[in-house]
């Protein structure tokens, strides 16, 4: 608590800020990626040169068209994202990291025959983690037993007489949702 600013929340790091960026070009200069920006706008534009920053380094790319979000969801008591959901218009897909690869893979209980507002990992009341996916027609909750290697589906909630058109969660189980009907 910071008694001067009456306030618990404190800042660590401030950054300056580069946007609204509207063009940008990668340069190689001693073996150092950097990009130059054009930053801002008007009297108050600048020309940035990024050097140090996080490193991205391009594992594989795909074309997929008509993705509308992508969701990364964890198996219970890993450290690492597992799953990759991907929500469509009309369905949703999933791909799965096996070690240095990733295929496609269903986590049973899902519903892949809609578009998928929200999924993540959150924790029941009694701390046990599950995976939760929301639909248009309805909230999804799915257990992973880790020691039978198994999903399954522990419980869901339609909506009745109405649409979920929004989806929010949070690791720790609670769940927003706004219903159009």
Known sequence: YNKEKKSY??????FTALGP?????????????????????GKDGTLR???????MQEQAEVDLHGITALYALKLPGE???????????HATRMLAMEGEEMGEEAIPGFELEETTLCAANVCAENGE??????????????????SLLQFSKVDSYKASDANITIASAH??????LALRG
Do not use: W
């Not at 929340?9 to 401030?14: L, Y």
């Not at 450290?79 to 218009?89: A, E, H, R, T």
């Not at 983690?129 to 037993?145: A, G, N």
């Open 9 to 14: 929340i404190q800042s660590n790091t401030d």
């Open 21 to 41: 960026i509207l063009d940008f070009a990668t340069v190689t200069s001693n073996q150092q990626q950097a990009a130059v920006t054009c930053s801002g706008y």
């Open 49 to 55: 040169v990024i050097r140090n920053g996080i490193g």
């Open 79 to 89: 450290v690492y994202d597992k799953y990759l959901l991907q929500s469509f218009i």
């Open 129 to 146: 983690e599950m995976l939760m996916q929301v639909t248009p027609t309805q909230v999804i909750l799915v257990r992973y037993d880790t």
């Open 171 to 176: 690791i720790s189980g609670h769940v927003a």
